[in-house]
């Protein structure tokens, strides 16, 4: 055995055709393979992202949103299509309506008084990375425990936030509940 195995080596024959387009095939296939992989995981790697950057999204606007209800005060209606509520009484007083806004796949506070109107952003166009859209949902209001009721519970603000992919896709989701620090409520 190992005397062949020297014969061969000292041959000056050289590799067969054969043998060189096998190597070549089997080559190419572990390129293919691997390039594939690595395709696969980088598909992997952006779904994550996109699915972590909207928990972080869905975070930060709940958490802003529950800070603006916090605080507010001047609260009238009881759901996100009728609810309007100043939010700060440091802020110029002209713009004394707020109100909670989906737009552009965005949740954005409008507040006005009159023809005057403005859109305040909850969290910066960069955190809406990747296609993904918030909206803000199921926000009610409850006024059965404010002042005057009786009651020694404050008045409760409800809702949840969604952030979905481009394709309108749940990514996560934050449910909330927040009681009304202030309670000179209007009724509605």
């Known amino acids: ?38 395709q696969a995981s980088s598909r992997e ?35 996100l299509d009728n609810l309007t509520f100043t939010y700060d009484k440091n802020k110029d007083e002209r713009f ?10 965005k949740i954005v506070i409008s507040v006005a008084n009159g023809s005057n109107e403005q859109m305040i952003a909850l969290a910066p166009d960069s955190a809406y990375t990747q296609g993904i859209k918030a909206e803000l ?3 009610t209001f409850s006024a059965a425990g404010a002042a005057g009721s009786g009651s020694s519970k404050n ?5 949840k936030v969604r952030v979905m992919d481009a ?12 009681e009304a620090l202030n309670s000179d409520i209007k009724a509605f």
């Open 155 to 159: 008045a409760v603000f409800k809702g």
């Open 137 to 139: 949902t199921e926000l």
């Open 45 to 79: 790697l952006k779904r994550e992202t996109t699915v972590s950057e909207s928990k972080i999204l869905c975070s930060t606007l709940t958490i802003a949103i529950q800070d603006k209800l916090r605080y507010s005060y001047n609260i009238e209606g009881s759901s």
């Open 167 to 178: 394709a309108g896709n749940e990514l996560s989701s934050q449910s909330f509940a927040v």
């Open 96 to 105: 004394n309506k707020a109100q909670f806004v989906n737009k552009n796949g």
């Open 1 to 38: 055995m190992r005397k062949r195995i020297i014969e061969k080596l000292k041959s000056n024959k050289g590799i067969s055709l054969t043998e060189l387009l096998v190597t070549l095939i089997f080559c190419l296939m572990t390129f293919a393979l691997v390039c594939s992989a690595m």
